[in-house]
């Protein structure tokens, strides 16, 4: 069965510092890894969107890295603000077919 | 503005009694899901169809049924609730290939 297992759980941060979600996964063969942020009691909103071929891609503070040799993804927060308290989703396609491989999620605290 | 529409936000009903979440989107979308999300487990793909009248099974898709007669419209079916339903219901639609998802606000379900 395909895995996506994300580290820490959860974690809490003091605004302003940087902090990195780990993301490990067994799908293969691998069609693209996306993270998503999700606040409380709202729908998932997509952050980054990687295929096999990127190994770094960028949305304002947030960077995403892949490495689809070891089959390990990371996100990394820089300066973080209080609004970045969410939960931090990392999913993975499989290449021919769309039964989405989630993990659990990384939960974020940023105290002022 | 673009939106995946989820109808109700809430619902509270009793075991048995059929329901349906409706969910539409206004974006020409091919790809629309299902997902529901639980405490410890996280976001899994119910069902998930690629274009009109084409439909698939997700990871967990007892107990559900979808139909996708129009392109931006794509129901939720429970034909016989149960309690083990009780859960919060993520609709999300996207182009197809290897493009950002937009999610719902969520439905959440308490089968009684």
């Known amino acids: 069965k395909n895995q996506v297992e994300q580290s820490p759980q959860s974690l809490i941060i003091l605004e302003g510092k940087n902090c990195t979600l780990q993301?490990?996964?067994?799908?293969?063969?691998?069609?693209?890894l996306r993270w998503y942020k999700q606040d409380t009691g709202r729908g998932p909103v997509s952050l980054t969107i990687?295929?096999?071929?990127?190994n770094t891609k960028s949305n304002g503070r947030y960077t995403a890295t892949l490495d689809a040799d070891t089959k390990q993804s990371s996100l990394h927060i820089t300066a973080s603000q209080l609004s970045d308290s969410a939960s931090y989703i990392c999913?993975?396609?499989?290449?021919?077919?769309?039964?989405?491989?989630f993990g659990k999620g990384n939960q974020v605290v940023v105290i002022p | 503005e673009a939106q995946v529409t989820q109808n109700p936000r809430y619902l509270i009903t009793v075991t048995g009694k059929k329901l349906t979440v409706t969910c539409s989107q206004n974006?020409?979308?091919?790809?629309m899901s299902w997902y529901r999300q639980d405490p410890g487990l996280g976001l899994r793909q119910i069902y998930y169809?690629?274009?009109?009248?084409?439909?698939d099974k997700g990871d967990v898709p007892e107990g559900y049924k979808v139909s996708r007669k129009e392109k931006r419209n794509f129901p939720l079916i429970l034909e016989s609730p149960s309690p083990n339903q009780t859960s919060l219901y993520f609709c999300?639609?996207?182009?197809?290939?290897?493009?950002?998802?937009?999610f719902g606000q969520g439905t959440r379900l308490t089968v009684v």
């Open positions: 999300a639609s996207s182009t197809t290939g290897v493009t950002e998802a937009f």
């Open positions: 993301c490990n996964y067994t799908v293969s063969p691998f069609s693209n």
């Open positions: 990687m295929t096999f071929s990127e």
């Open positions: 999913v993975v396609t499989p290449a021919g077919n769309n039964r989405l491989a």
């Open positions: 974006m020409n979308h091919e790809y």
């Open positions: 169809s690629m274009n009109v009248e084409v439909t």
